[in-house]
Every structure is written in C-alpha cells, then in structure tokens.
DNA sequence: AAGATTCCG
C-alpha cells in the first residue's frame, strides 16, 4: 500500500478513530456475508445431489456427449457414432437441438469450402510473387549465423543481425566440439540409400536443407509389429485386460504401500503410463474412500476432466455422475455419491472458496503438474499449507520427467515414484546451419520428407494462424507445381480459432497412398493429439503472452520456445512408431540458446483474480506466500494497489466486504467492481452482458480475408457513438432478441462460438449477482448509468486526450492509441475509459468508452481529486463527425 | 489504419 502514488488521498491520522469504526463494521458484514454465502453452499450442494442421483446414466452420457460436441477437440470417430446413437434413440429436445447443430455447423462449412477455394485462386498470382519475394529475402539472409527471432524477418536489413560471436567461429569452438560429441551418425541425407530416389528428388525440389542427426528421444517400444497386434488386440480386450497392461499396473502395489507411508508423494509418469485413469482406482480399491470421504484429480484442461471421468466410469462400470463424476465451469456433474472427482484445476482453486480446509477429500492429485498453469501453481502452495494441518490427506503431485526433484524440493523432499511411460523412440536432426526463413524451411522440409521419406503424416509446429496460412498457400502451389510426380499431400491447418468442422478434419484417416501434413499452433503440443505422426518438424518458435506489471500492459510476441517444449513437441512424433523430429535450429542452438524450462505462468500474467481470491481464503502475507517460482514483486504490488483502490481491501489490508463479494466472481477485479457498481446504478441487466461480453476474448466480429469490406460494414451497424462497451452489448441484445440465432451470426459476420460462450459466462454470472444479493435490473434507455457503471469499476483505465493529439493515461502519463477497431477511432473524445491496454504494433486501448471526468469524482471520490481532472485548455475539443456514429 | 497462442474460472 505504501506505493501509493502521492497525489491519491491517503486517509488523515484525524480521520482514524471514525475509519477503525467502519473498519469493524464492514468487517462484520463482510463475515455475516459470508455466513450467508456458506449456508446457501450447503442448500445446494443437497439440492444437487438429490437431482443428480436421479439422472440416469443415459442422461449423464449425453450431457457429456452434448458438450463433446461442442468442444473442438474430439474425435470424429466418436461423434459420428454419438451422433448416429442419437438418431436412433429417442428424439426428445436434446436431439432436436444437434440436429441443428449439424445442420448449421454443415452450413457454415460449405460455405467456407467454397469462398477457400475462390481465395486460392484469386490469390495464387499474388502467392507466386510472395514466394519469389521470400526466396529473394532467404538468400540474402544466407551468410546468418544466428538463431533468432523471427519478426527480424521481413525488415529485410542484414545490418540488423548480428553475427556470430568470433570465438564461435573457431574450428574448434566450444559449439563444434559439443556438436561432434553428440553426433551419432554422419550426416542425414534424404533418400541417401536410395540413389534412384535420390536423382528423381533432386529433380524435383531446387533446394534442400542438411540435417545432422543428434540425440535420440528414449523410447521403450521397440518394434511396430508388435503394438499394431496389441491395438488390433486391445479392440476385443476386457476392461480389466486393457487395465492390466498398462503399464502403471505392475506398480499398483508398491504405489499403494507408498502412498501409505508418505503423506506427499512425487509421480513421475509419462504420457500413456495410464496413471490418470488408474491411480484413483487404485486408491479406491485399497479403501481410501472408505471413510466417506473422496479422491480428487485434477486437470488443466476441461476436455480432459470431462473424458478422463468418463473412461474411469465406464472402467467401473458406474454411472457417470455417481461414484465417478467431474467438475468444470459451467457443469458440476458428481452427487454425494461421487467418490472419484475429476476437475479443472481452476476448479478446485474456487472450491477453496466454499472448502478452505478441502474437509471432503482423502486424497487429492495434481495431475499435469509440470504444465504449470497458474492455478496449479497455486494449489501447490495451498495444499501444501493444508497437508501440515492435515496429516490424514494424502497428496500426490504428478508429473512428466525432469520438474520431479524441484516438486519434490518443494514439498519436504518428498519420494518420487517413477513410472515409465509407453513410447517409441524419436529420432531427432538439426539443421547444419541456421535457417534464415523458418517457413519457407518448413516448407522445403515437408516437401523433402515427402519426396524421400516413407510413408506416415507430417506434423508442423508454427506460431499462429497468419503463418499457418502462407505456409498452407506455399505448400499448395509447390506441390502443383511438382505436379503428380509425388503421392498426393493433404495439406491441413490447425488453429484454436478455426472453425469446428476443419479442425475435424485432421483426425480422418490418411487415404492409402497418401501422406497428410497437419500445420499447427502449439495446440498440438499439448491439447490434442493426432494419431499416426511419424515427422515432427520444429521450428522452434511459439507466440507467448506476457504482462508488464509497470505499464500494466500485455503483449503477444514470438519467443524462442523452452527445451522442455521442445522435447514435448518431439515426443509427439513417437506415439504409434520410431519416429522423427526435425529442428529447424543447430545443436548449439539447442544446447546453450533455448531456456530449459517455459516461464511459468503466473510469473507472466496480470494476477489481480488470484491474488482477490487468495486474500478471501484468509491468506494476508501474499508477499511471502509459499511459491514455487514466486511472481515478480511488482505484480503482486499492483495487485493489492488496485484492490484497494477499488475497495476490496481496506487500509489494513484486510478485505472488505466489497471485496468479499468481488471475490465470487470468477473475473478480473475491475470486471467485478463493475457489476458490483450496477447495483448502484440500476442497470445489472446490461452491465452484466457488457461483462459476458468482455470475457470472450475479442474474437466476437469475424473478418474472412475475402471478406473483408462485408464484415467491416456489418460491424459498423452495431457502432455506439459512445464506444465499444455499448457496442458489444448492442451484439448481445440483437443477438439475444434473434433468438440466439446461428443464422443471425452468420449474416452479421459474428462469430457464434464466441456468443454461445458470452451466453454461458452471462448465464453463470447471473446466477452469481443472486448470490451477491444483488437484483437484475434493467436502465437500457440510459446509456450514462451505464457508462457510470463501467467507470466505476475500470477509473483506473482513463485516458486524456492530449494537447499533443494523442491519448495519455492518466495513471502512466504514457501516449496511448484508440485500436483501430474502435468505435471511437474517428471520434476523439477529451476523456475515455479502456478496458485493456495491449501492445502489438503500438500501444493500443482496446474496447473503449467515452466518459465525463467529473463521473471520476463520483465514482471514485478516494483515488481522484478534481484538481487533476480540470481541463488544460479551455476550447472544446473539435470532434470529427464521425460518418460511423451509427446509434440505435 | 490493425491483425487472434493456448488454456482456465
């Protein structure tokens, strides 16, 4: 607190006696509140098991289907057999509802088939001008001897890389030494057994990349032959069968007798060694659910909770929901039955809420722990605290390789029990040199694979969707222009944003003959898995979101990515056969360029929820909080300041009841004081949506490239004069009086995923401003409560439009743009409000709001004093008439 | 005149 800056109120020493009085007095409503908060848990959690062991099995696994459906990332396979299991079953609503959810979803797909193929062909001269361009580019850039970043690319100078270090270039440099130590074999030349393939192959492609082969990802399956007998085996395989040959089962007993004789436990296992799925059955069967009380697992990824659950389920031969259930936002599937718990981990971080003491479990796993989420990284801490209390709560961190002895380290030198995983080994190659142009050596990469390589699909790691595009186009027009003399290649994108139906694709069998190349974002890395890669190739880039706690700005830039990721990105070449993974960096590069670990989240995010929701559990210290990697000083700083400057902390530091109430919403405090202030202003109805609306993340206005003038004008229709808060809840109103219509979206060039998701945070939110005591009310013919709303929740987002002819925040003193895609761009007003400060190009306020500054000192009389708001110069802003101001 | 990586509550 003592950070403040000066010109913000402090409370006078005369004022205390009056401020203690108050103190108490919140205090004790605050407690009173809570109270309220516990019973009404109670009622619930009655309520819903009473509902939930009435539902049937039936129902159960059709909730799990219907958000199956849904999600992104399941497997054809299983959703056509789902899908056909419905039309044969009974046709209630549910049914009803995915027809036409099909039916919409084909619809949106054909027609992104055909404006697809209309762009290839508009933009194939354009392709073939960019490619020479870049070809141009990468021979300049030919003498390069640096590994770096990848936006260097495209400024064109050779001035601005800098060249090797000298000793580097040393025959015998440090670099060259450790290269010929690692170097197995010579040199990997594609298709040098094979003279004949070879001379048809050079003919073929104008240029190849040397690769040097290094070390070898370890596997333990040694031959094809021998799993493809036990996949085809393991169709007709009794569930206790298949549980038997995991290869977690050999260690069921030891694994037990550890978890026995230790409190915490480290389990180091890799991928396929089945450890999610069986552990808890273990310590099921060996009576750790005896004494009523249940086994928790959690997941960093809903999809996995949903589809962990219900294997283990049907492994017991339970229904889904009873002694098995799952955990997520938006679906609490599990009644007081439930004996095995899956769920996210962000899941379990709220739980603390309502459950500090975590009373209701025997056992509690934190499964994926080396992924380090932010949540799981602060459940360490938490849990940690509770097992000294505890001592009957088992806890089991589980793990994949090398994080083990840090975890442990950190709990007590806890055991590490290891447990080997299923794998094929991977071999992995280097280039020789660095490469200057990472896609253009992707491309070149898969062409030579194909050309040489035997048969089996090709996995590409890039950054985003942008490069994802052109290196689709480029692939396109080299395999025309090779022309038949290859076997076919099925070039598919993958990217989180891609409609549901392509991302399908990637999951259907490569016809026989064929070879499939799948050109992906690091969701492949981690969150989904596609079967039959045999290549990875690696580039070594990804895109990473990082918060600068002194601006209080995010930025998205292309970094390096870690060994760790690394090597999870080889692995994912070794899953069905010997695979491998061709790095588009040197050995060296490797070795001493790339950090061994990814910075864990929590030290790169804006961690105002958690450090809200870690002071609601009591927790005071967070500067000494019990960390694994602690966060910078600063985050934590900015944090508490902004807590209390929003009310949710008091002088002391204690929360208020403000900021108890704050801490329901599963939202950034700001978001939270706003729908808290709607209270005040009689508009909960609007401000709610505004606030569904915030937390999709700004991917709500779709933009097809071919598109582009259609969807921009379309987006103007909804245009505030106001700016973007009233705008977006212009969407959500149209949208909702639609009906919550597919069709509507579509013609309106909005994204409906994005809306469905706005419905279910709307939906959860609601029912959360019950749970605050707060009633929905509407004030829609009144745009400046709104507006009052929202100021008084984000008054530390204000900018002043400058002499100067630019924005400065009012905290910073630092120049600021309105994005582009403002509302407000044309308009200038003198004082705005923004909700997130990003940095791509520039420093951009984006979703912004026109505001009066004299609302500051009504909103937020403690942080504004009206001497800093008086305007400078006296004249009128002149404003552009905007041609947009398009109001409803 | 910009431009979306990925999860999670």
Same mark, same amino acid.
């Given at each position: 607190?003592?950070?403040?800056s000066?010109?913000h109120?402090?409370?006078?020493?005369s004022?205390?006696?009056?401020?203690e009085e108050t103190?108490a007095?919140?205090?004790?409503?605050?407690?009173?509140?809570a109270k309220?908060?516990r019973k009404?848990?109670?009622?619930?959690?009655?309520?819903v098991?009473e509902?939930?062991?009435?539902?049937?099995?039936?129902?159960?696994?059709k909730r799990?289907?219907?958000?199956?459906?849904?999600?992104d990332k399941?497997?054809?396979?299983l959703?056509i057999q789902s899908?056909?299991?419905?039309l044969q079953?009974?046709?209630?609503?549910k049914v009803?509802?995915l027809?036409?959810?099909?039916?919409?979803?084909?619809?949106?797909?054909?027609?992104?088939?055909l404006?697809?193929r209309?762009k290839?062909e508009r933009e194939?001269?354009?392709?073939?001008?960019?490619?020479?361009?870049e070809h141009e580019?990468?021979?300049e850039?030919e003498?390069?001897?640096?590994?770096?970043?990848?936006?260097?690319?495209?400024?064109g100078?050779?001035?601005?890389?800098?060249?090797?270090?000298?000793n580097?270039?040393?025959p015998?440099s440090?670099?060259?030494?450790?290269?010929q130590?690692?170097i197995?074999?010579?040199?990997?030349?594609f298709g040098a057994k094979d003279a004949?393939?070879?001379?048809e192959?050079?003919?073929l492609?104008d240029?190849q990349?040397?690769?040097?082969?290094?070390?070898?990802?370890?596997?333990?399956?040694e031959?094809?032959?021998?799993?493809?007998i036990s996949e085809?085996?393991?169709?007709?395989?009794?569930?206790?069968?298949?549980k038997?040959?995991?290869?977690?089962?050999?260690?069921?007993?030891?694994?037990i007798e550890?978890?026995?004789?230790?409190?915490?436990?480290?389990?180091e296992?890799?991928?396929?060694?089945?450890?999610?799925?069986?552990i808890?059955?273990?310590?099921h069967?060996a009576?750790?659910?005896?004494?009523?009380?249940k086994i928790?697992c959690?997941?960093?990824?809903?999809?996995?909770?949903m589809?962990?659950?219900?294997?283990?389920?049907?492994?017991?031969?339970?229904k889904l929901g009873?002694?098995?259930g799952?955990?997520?936002?938006?679906?609490d599937?599990t009644?007081?039955?439930?004996?095995?718990?899956?769920?996210?981990?962000?899941t379990?971080?709220r739980?603390?809420?309502?459950?500090?003491?975590?009373?209701s479990?025997?056992?509690?796993?934190?499964?994926?722990?080396?992924?380090?989420?932010?949540?799981?990284?602060?459940l360490?801490?938490?849990?940690?605290?509770?097992?000294r209390?505890?001592?009957?709560?088992?806890?089991?961190?589980?793990?994949a390789t090398?994080?083990?002895?840090?975890?442990s380290t950190f709990f007590?030198?806890?055991?590490?029990?290891?447990i080997?995983?299923?794998r094929?080994?991977?071999?992995?190659?280097?280039?020789?040199?660095p490469?200057?142009?990472?896609?253009?050596?992707?491309?070149?990469?898969?062409?030579?694979?194909?050309?040489t390589?035997?048969?089996?699909?090709?996995?590409?790691?890039?950054?985003?969707?942008?490069?994802?595009?052109?290196c689709?186009?480029?692939?396109?027009?080299?395999?025309?222009?090779?022309?038949?003399?290859?076997?076919?290649?099925?070039?598919?994108?993958?990217?989180?944003?891609?409609?549901?139906?392509?991302q399908?694709?990637i999951f259907?069998?490569?016809?026989?003959? #064929?070879? $499939?190349?799948? %050109?992906?974002? @690091?969701i492949?890395?981690?969150s989904?898995? !596609?079967?039959?890669?045999?290549? =990875?190739?690696?580039?070594?880039f990804?895109?990473q979101?990082?918060?600068?706690?002194k601006t209080?700005m995010?930025?998205l830039m292309?970094?390096p990515?870690?060994?760790?990721?690394a090597?999870?990105r080889?692995?994912r070449?070794?899953?069905?056969a010997?695979g491998?993974c061709?790095?588009?960096?040197t050995?060296? #590069?490797? $070795?001493?360029? %790339?950090?061994? @670990?990814?910075?864990?989240?929590?030290?790169? !995010?804006?961690?105002?929820?958690? =450090?809200l929701?870690?002071k609601?559990?009591?927790?005071?210290d967070?500067?000494?909080?019990?960390?694994?990697?602690?966060?910078?000083?600063?985050?934590?700083v900015?944090?508490?300041?902004?807590?209390?400057?929003?009310?949710?902390?008091n002088?002391?530091?204690?929360?208020t009841?403000?900021?108890r109430?704050m801490?329901?919403f599963p939202?950034?405090?700001?978001?939270?004081?706003m729908l808290l202030?709607?209270?005040?202003?009689?508009c909960?109805?609007?401000?709610v949506?505004?606030?569904?609306?915030?937390?999709?993340?700004?991917?709500?206005f779709?933009?097809?490239k071919?598109k582009?003038?259609?969807?921009d004008?379309a987006?103007?229709n909804?245009?505030?004069?106001?700016g973007d808060?009233?705008?977006?809840m212009?969407v959500y109103?149209?949208?909702?009086?639609?009906?919550?219509?597919?069709?509507?979206?579509?013609?309106?060039?909005i994204?409906y995923?994005?809306?469905k998701r706005a419905?279910d945070?709307?939906?959860?939110?609601?029912?959360?401003?019950?749970?605050?005591e707060i009633?929905?009310?509407?004030?829609i013919?009144?745009d400046?409560n709104?507006r009052?709303?929202?100021?008084?929740g984000?008054?530390?987002h204000?900018?002043?439009?400058?002499?100067?002819g630019?924005?400065?925040?009012?905290?910073?003193?630092?120049?600021v743009?309105?994005?582009p895609?403002s509302?407000?761009f044309?308009?200038?007003?003198?004082?705005?409000?923004?909700h997130?400060?990003?940095?791509?190009?520039?420093?951009?306020?984006?979703q912004?709001?026109e505001?009066?500054s004299k609302?500051l000192?009504?909103?937020?009389p403690?942080?504004?004093k009206?001497?800093?708001?008086?305007?400078?110069?006296?004249k009128?802003?002149?404003?552009t008439?905007?041609?947009?101001?398009?109001?409803f």
């Open positions: 607190m003592e950070k403040r000066k010109r109120h402090t409370p006078s020493p004022d205390s006696d009056s401020a103190r007095k919140d205090i004790k409503e605050r407690d009173e509140f309220r908060l009404r848990d109670e009622e619930k959690v009655k309520k098991s509902s939930s062991s009435k539902r049937s099995y039936e129902e159960a696994a799990l289907k219907l958000e199956a459906e849904d999600r399941i497997l054809p396979k959703r899908r056909r299991k419905y079953k009974r046709k209630d609503d009803i509802e027809e036409d959810d099909i039916a919409d979803d084909e619809y949106l797909f054909d027609e992104s088939i404006t697809e209309e290839r194939h001269k354009k392709t073939l001008l960019q490619l020479a361009k580019k990468a021979r850039l003498n390069v001897q640096r590994y770096h970043m990848p936006q260097d690319l495209g400024k100078e050779k001035g601005e890389y800098i060249e090797v270090d000298e580097e270039k040393l015998n440090e670099q060259r030494k450790w290269e130590e690692q197995k074999s010579a040199f990997f030349k004949k393939a070879q001379d192959y050079e003919l492609l240029e990349i040397d690769f040097i082969q290094a070390l070898q990802l370890e596997g333990n399956q031959k094809k032959d021998e799993e493809k085809y085996q393991k169709a007709r395989l009794t569930i206790e069968e298949t038997k040959s995991l290869p977690v089962f050999p260690f069921r007993d030891a694994l550890a978890i026995r004789n230790y409190q915490i436990l480290i389990v296992g890799e991928t396929g060694s089945g450890k999610t799925t069986q808890p059955q273990y310590l069967e009576g750790f659910t005896d004494d009523g009380k928790g959690t997941q960093p990824r809903r999809v996995a909770a589809s962990v659950a219900a294997r283990v389920a049907q492994e017991m031969n339970v009873n002694e098995v799952y955990s997520i936002r938006f679906e599937c009644s007081d039955r439930t004996v095995i718990k899956y769920m996210t981990d962000g379990l971080h739980e603390f809420l309502s459950e500090p003491d975590l009373a479990y025997s056992v509690m796993i934190i499964d994926e722990a080396h992924e380090r989420t932010l949540h799981t990284d602060i360490f801490g938490l849990v940690k605290d509770i097992t209390f505890r001592p009957d709560l088992k806890l089991l961190i589980s793990s090398l994080d083990a002895e840090k975890f007590d030198d806890a055991p590490i029990f290891r080997p995983g299923r094929f080994p991977v071999n992995i190659y280097y280039t020789k040199a490469e200057a142009d990472y896609i253009d050596a992707c491309v070149v990469t898969v062409l030579q694979i194909h050309a390589q035997p048969l089996g699909d090709i996995l590409v790691f890039l950054t985003g969707q942008e490069e994802i595009e052109t689709v186009e480029m692939l396109q027009e080299r395999t025309k222009r090779i022309g038949k003399k290859l076997k076919e290649l099925i070039i598919l994108p993958v990217y989180a944003n891609l409609p549901t139906d392509m399908a694709k259907e069998p490569t016809p026989e003959g #064929a070879r $499939k190349v799948v %050109l992906a974002t @690091n492949a890395e981690t989904l898995t !596609i079967d039959n890669i045999i290549y =990875v190739i690696d580039p070594g990804a895109k979101n990082n918060f600068n706690s209080g995010e930025s292309v970094v990515i870690s060994k760790a990721s090597n999870q080889a692995g070449a070794g899953r069905v010997a491998k061709f790095r588009l960096y050995a060296w #590069a490797y $070795k001493h360029e %790339l950090e061994d @670990n990814t910075v864990p989240e929590i030290q790169r !995010i804006n961690l105002g929820n958690a =450090v929701t870690l609601a559990l009591g927790i005071n967070l500067i000494h909080f019990d960390f694994l990697d602690p966060p910078p000083h600063e985050t934590l900015l944090a508490l300041e902004q807590l209390y400057a929003l009310g949710a902390l002088h002391h530091g204690e929360l009841k403000a900021g109430r801490a329901e939202t950034d405090p700001m978001l939270a004081k202030a709607s209270e005040k202003y009689k909960s109805e609007e401000i949506s505004i606030a569904a609306m915030l937390s999709v993340n700004s991917s709500v779709y933009r097809p071919d582009i003038i259609h969807a004008t987006r103007k909804f245009f505030h004069r106001h808060h009233l705008t977006i212009n109103n149209q949208w909702a009086d639609s009906d919550y219509s597919v069709q509507w979206c579509y013609e309106n060039f994204q995923r994005s809306m419905r945070v709307r939906e959860q939110l609601v029912g959360l401003m019950e749970r605050v009633d929905m009310v509407s004030s013919s009144d400046t709104i009052k709303a929202i100021t008084a984000y008054f530390y204000i900018a002043k439009f400058s002499k100067g630019h924005y400065k925040t009012v905290k910073h003193n630092q120049t743009m309105i994005h895609n509302a407000l044309e308009e200038l007003p003198r004082w705005v409000i923004y997130e400060l990003v940095f791509t190009s520039k420093e951009f306020m984006r912004v709001t505001i009066e609302w000192l009504e909103v937020a403690h942080y504004y009206s001497k800093e708001l008086e305007d400078s110069t006296n009128k802003m002149p404003k008439v905007g041609k947009s101001a398009n109001n």
